[in-house]
């Protein structure tokens, strides 16, 4: 596989890994209990999943979902998946990977943009696309993923034929019924620019938009991530977020999926976490914020260590330095918790670890410098341009900022995206195009704002749409939040603005870690909150406090604040 070359496929990774290493368990997905009580688990090896997925690849082919053929998946974490998946890009097809945990109503409206040809998905999934209808317009063929062992087609059976008006139904039963062969799977030599991939962004600060993801995106990001965090063929990844959980095959990592509920890790188990790290005995582990939150509070309490793990990952959103001191207790001495920055659109752009941050950067965070990301990591450039709601053509050096001064992070580099599916507007708004030539690379725009210090390092201050301009001053999110999450009856702080653009009122809704008892608590807390908030320049103008229970959160990661709805919410309470 070569990202350079004129042919690469993702899933080749796949395939020369069980050429190398084909009884080594690729993939263990949750399948019950044990005697014990414990959570039980399923397996293939990397020669199995190899072949199981070749066995699908030629059935899709076979029923219509072959090379550039755009098919929504949805089926629940687990070898099916992981099979259905690389069998997609084995066969040349194109996955929608699209979480069900957005709702249905952005379900729908992304399924419609994307258009799939093909729906491949549970019971469930196809009720749902049934009765609202989603995709209907394009749909051909569809293929519900369903309990039971396929059958063998015999030599005087015909494939399913199609049923319904135009639309060919068949189960994945026989999907692998027409399959089945001894033969290994020519892959599609698919080029590096082709499409892969429509992947949804989580709509955390506006509508899920899809971008769009080629073989050689694909390609670099797991060269990029396994020279970054040098991860070794033979390791074991314990990844609580499916998505990410596709890379580790691709690394020649062990991909373990622990039992838990994927669109709700600040609910998660921490004993589930704990026990399926012991038991395979996981050098890797990918987890949001909220998870690590969850299962280092867990573990710090009693005295857990998990000496198997040689790093942890953590992404989706910024990770408080009490979160990573609580669940640095559980590692060895030496193993860092690292933090990569990017986006759906572009990932990786930077990194940083946990050393770094609880040594050195967190006392800046706290007096409000904003959240260093790191630097960028190789083959990435990063620059800070001025902050622009509009379109922005193409790029000159005049855009930057100097050094220590906020602006929006424009990134360049072999995984960024070249523009959203169906969204012309969208992908005119984030792209800027980077050089002359009749098809120049394009530079993504992050929407993120933040600056870059005098050594290098990248510092996030929030979302360029969350930022509050008062009649006086532009305040940025994270660089206010964190001053006042530094109270210790505070769990965690959001900056909203309420009023007309330009001239808004900064309101600091806060979500208590305990609710007040009573009104007099409150208003304590309160000039408590504004005595912190009066020794600094940029949060001394914030005097309106407001109270809530739990703030409003994605799906995804369970960490990112939806602060539009919280300024909705305290645009009814202020005067």
Known sequence: MSVGGLVTNVAAALTETARVRPYVTAVA???????????????????????????????????????????????????????????????????????????????????????????????????????????KPTLRIVVTVAPGRPRRLTAHEAPPAPLGKGVRRVSLADVMSAGLSDEPFSIAPT???DVAAVLFTS??????????????????????????????????????????????????????VPEMDATRPAQVDPVKIIDAIEGFGATNMFGSPALLKRVG?????????????????????????RVMERFATMLAPGVQIYTPYGATESLPVASIGSDEIL???????????????????????????????GPVASWSDDLSVPVGEV???????????????????????????????????????????????????????GRKAHRVVTGSSTLFTIPCEAVFNTHPEVNRTALVGVGPAGAARPVLCVEPKVWPRSRAERGRIVRELREIGSKFEHTRSIETFLFRRAFPVDIRHNAKIFREKLAVWAARRVR
């Open 29 to 135: 997905c949750p399948a019950g209990r044990d005697r014990a009580g414990r959570s039980a688990y399923t397996h293939w090896t990397f020669r199995e999943l190899d072949r199981q997925s070749d066995v699908l690849a030629r059935g899709l082919t076979d029923v219509g979902i072959g090379r550039g053929v755009r098919t929504a998946l949805m089926v629940k974490p687990g070898l099916e998946f992981f099979a259905l998946t690389f069998a997609l890009f084995k066969a040349g097809a194109v996955p929608i990977l699209i979480d069900p945990g957005m709702g249905i109503r952005n379900l729908g409206r992304c399924l419609a943009e994307a258009e799939p040809e093909g729906f491949i998905g549970i019971p469930l999934a196809q009720l749902a696309r049934t009765v609202l209808g989603w995709a």
């Open 191 to 193: 080029r590096a620019d």
């Open 203 to 256: 709509g955390s600060t506006g509508p899920p938009k899809g971008a769009v993801y080629t073989h050689g995106i694909f390609a670099a990001q797991v060269a990029m991530l396994r020279e970054l965090y040098r991860i070794e063929p033979g390791e074991i990844d314990l990844c609580t977020f499916p998505l990410f959980a596709l890379f580790a095959p691709a690394l020649g990592m062990t991909s373990i």
């Open 297 to 321: 509070e867990y573990g710090a309490e009693r005295g857990i260590r998990l000496p198997s793990l040689k790093r942890v990952v953590s992404a989706g959103a910024p990770v408080p330095a």
């Open 359 to 389: 040594g050195e950067t967190r006392h800046a965070t706290d007096r409000g410098a904003g959240v260093c990301v790191g630097r960028p990591v190789a083959g990435m450039r990063v620059e800070v341009m001025r902050i622009d709601d």
């Open 407 to 461: 602006g929006e992070f424009v990134v360049h580099g072999p995984v960024v995206t070249q523009s959203y599916f169906n969204r012309p507007e969208a992908t005119r708004l984030s792209k800027i195009k980077a050089g002359d030539g009749a098809e120049p690379a394009l530079m993504h725009r992050m929407g993120d704002v933040g600056y870059r210090d005098r050594e290098g390092r990248l510092w996030f201050c």
